[in-house]
């Protein structure tokens, strides 16, 4: 063992090779420093760099499942315009159809109105043609009961002549 003891106390080599022995032991514990901050560094990058491939990982896979919730939130508001399409065009048909009865009815209406008011207006033509012609038949009866009357009396005028 060669460290520093007390009955080197007076001895100049002794000190020297204390002096020595700690350098050579500084230089060592400088060295342990050096190879344990050196160890820690490459732990801390090696560390860095997993980590940094394990964010790249995860990024991807939010990157991934985002891609995949949007086109799932696409996808769903696609079919709910689709669908409010499909009920607004089912409703429009059935609008449609609804007029279209609605209009048949109308024009039914409308016909047998007309018919009626034809029924009406050939039943009041042909009572006023039935009255034109009585008024007629009595002054036609009127006109050859003078025609008659003139006719009697030209003849009893001939005979008296």
Known sequence: MSGFQPEDVGS???TRSNYRFHQ???R???METLYFMLGALSVITI???VSVFRIKRDVALMVKDLIEDTERDFS???N???GDLEKRITELHRRIDDLEKHLDSVEDRLFNEVQESLERSI???DSRVDKLESNLNVKFNDNTAFVDLLSYRLKAL???S
């Open 80 to 82: 709910n315009v689709s």
């Open 76 to 78: 769903e508001c696609i």
């Open 24 to 26: 050579k032991s500084k």
């Open 158 to 160: 001939e005979e008296k």
């Open 123 to 125: 039943a009041h033509t």
């Open 12 to 14: 100049i080599p002794s």
């Open 28 to 30: 060592i514990y400088n």
């Open 47 to 49: 560390v860095a760099v």
